[in-house]
């Protein structure tokens, strides 16, 4: 399931703490009407700037209580313009966090995030179902210890969501996927 928020409607320049705490109760509120796999779109069509205070605390802060209070739910950004993307950016990288943006069908990250974790969260996304550690290992040269914990960091900051599944010799196992 994916529920939207559109943030237009306070106003197409977002600035201050004040004005984001006020939001970040509606984002809350999506995130507790969601399940596992759910996801949360925060669009930003129609705002044209926020401030870095603004981003720290609205997306730093949602982001922070993800896998907490919200654990197997995604949080997505839409239509960024330049200096919404910029700041966001900055914001998420000085709190050592990421976000998933969406930008016609296709995902990416946006914050701080390693080359490897793109490339794992890369694969991830453009697969047609979940995969399991192995697989992403056969499919991205790695060893199997560094790509459990490429995968164990991408679920921390819920940019991926880890499920128990079976392998073809029946044994369990977990299996990742991007958005539901």
């Known amino acids: 399931m994916e ?3 559109a943030l237009r409607g306070h106003g197409a320049h977002l600035w ?12 809350q509120e999506g995130l507790e009407e969601l399940g596992a796999g759910d996801v949360l779109v925060l669009d930003l069509d129609g705002v044209e700037v926020f401030d870095y205070s603004f981003a720290n605390e609205l997306f730093g802060k949602t982001l922070l ?5 919200f654990p197997g ?16 950016s900055k914001a998420l990288e000085s ?3 990421a976000i998933i943006v969406r930008r016609k069908s296709k995902l990416e990250l946006l914050g ?3 080359p490897s974790d793109v490339k794992t969260f890369g694969a991830l996304a453009s697969a047609k179902g979940p995969l399991s550690a192995a697989d992403l290992s056969k499919k991205l040269d790695v060893n199997l210890t560094a790509m459990n914990e490429r995968l164990t960091k991408l679920g921390g900051m819920g940019l991926a969501r880890r499920e128990k599944a079976a392998s073809a010799a029946g044994r369990e196992q977990y299996t990742y996927r991007v958005l539901g």
């Open 3 to 5: 529920k939207r928020l």
């Open 16 to 27: 201050t703490r004040e004005l984001a705490k006020r939001i970040r109760v509606k984002v």
């Open 65 to 69: 209580s993800l896998s907490s209070e």
């Open 73 to 88: 739910r995604f949080v997505v950004v839409e239509n960024l313009t330049d200096y919404t993307r910029e700041n966001l």
């Open 95 to 97: 709190l050592g966090l």
């Open 112 to 114: 701080k995030v390693h």
